[in-house]
T-cell receptor, first 117, second 110 residues
Framework: GAVVSQHPSRVICKSGTSVKIECRSLDFQATTMFWYRQFPKKSLMLMATSNEGSKATYEQGVEKDKFLINHASLTLSTLTVTSAHPEDSSFYIC?????????????FGPGTRLLVL | DAKTTQPPSMDCAEGRAANLPCNHSTISGNEYVYWYRQIHSQGPQYIIHGLKNNETNEMASLIITEDRKSSTLILPHATLRDTAVYYCIAATGTASKLTFGTGTRLQVTL
């Protein structure tokens, strides 16, 4: 299957700092990428849909100025958590579709665990 | 996206078939049934998807009822490494967002 990577896999930062998470599709081009967040013992919650070359679409309740998303190319999307606070500590997961608009599959990255102290 | 309903947990003995049910009674004609699983502390892994015909791949089989209101994921010979949370999702395709429910926690035991 297609491979999606995330970097870093784990990050610890101080409150008030910003953290950038990268999501890359390694062997395919992804017009659309998705960012999810997962709290302990909970299911994945979609944060935003990232489209190459355009602004991301955020889900209701997700602050677009706090969670900056950039989809710079067909293989890279980044999520920046700005001015992180302890409540932002979570497991962040991205996914990418294998074919834009057509039926196919979404492949997920391994996730990034963020701990804000 | 149509809502799906799954049992919260199931047990299966290693080597036996694991049959995971999913109800999606409000699924629309253009929605596929997708199955993903998430092993602890990892990203979800794609398993299989289908529209109305039964599907099989190297990981599992997907049986969809004729009225498309329910489906069953079958892991033919479960192993301990199949212990995970399994999610059944109705979605229209690759570019559509996936709405994850609570899934079924499958525990495979010796």
């Amino acid at each position: 299957g297609a491979v999606v990577s995330q970097h870093p896999s784990r990050v610890i930062c101080k409150s008030g700092t910003s953290v950038k998470i990268e999501c890359r599709s390694l062997d395919f081009q992804a017009t659309t990428m998705f960012w999810y967040r997962q709290f302990p013992k909970k299911s994945l919650m979609l944060m935003a849909t990232s489209n190459e070359g355009s602004k991301a679409t955020y889900e209701q309740g997700v602050e677009k100025d706090k969670f900056l998303i950039n989809h710079a190319s067909l293989t890279l999307s980044t999520l920046t958590v700005t001015s992180a606070h302890p409540e932002d500590s979570s497991f962040y997961i991205c996914s990418a579709g294998t074919s834009g608009g057509a039926v196919g599959t979404q492949y997920f990255g391994p996730g990034t665990r963020l701990l804000v102290l | 996206d149509a809502k799906t309903t799954q049992p919260p947990s199931m047990d299966c003995a290693e080597g036996r078939a694991a049959n995971l049910p999913c109800n999606h009674s409000t699924i629309s004609g253009n929605e596929y049934v997708y199955w993903y699983r998430q092993i602890h502390s990892q990203g979800p892994q794609y398993i299989i998807h289908g529209l109305k015909n039964n599907e099989t791949n190297e990981m599992a089989s997907l049986i969809i009822t004729e009225d498309r209101k329910s489906s069953t994921l079958i892991l033919p010979h479960a192993t301990l490494r199949d212990t995970a949370v399994y999610y059944c999702i109705a979605a229209t395709g690759t570019a559509s967002k996936l709405t994850f429910g609570t899934g079924t926690r499958l525990q495979v035991t010796l």
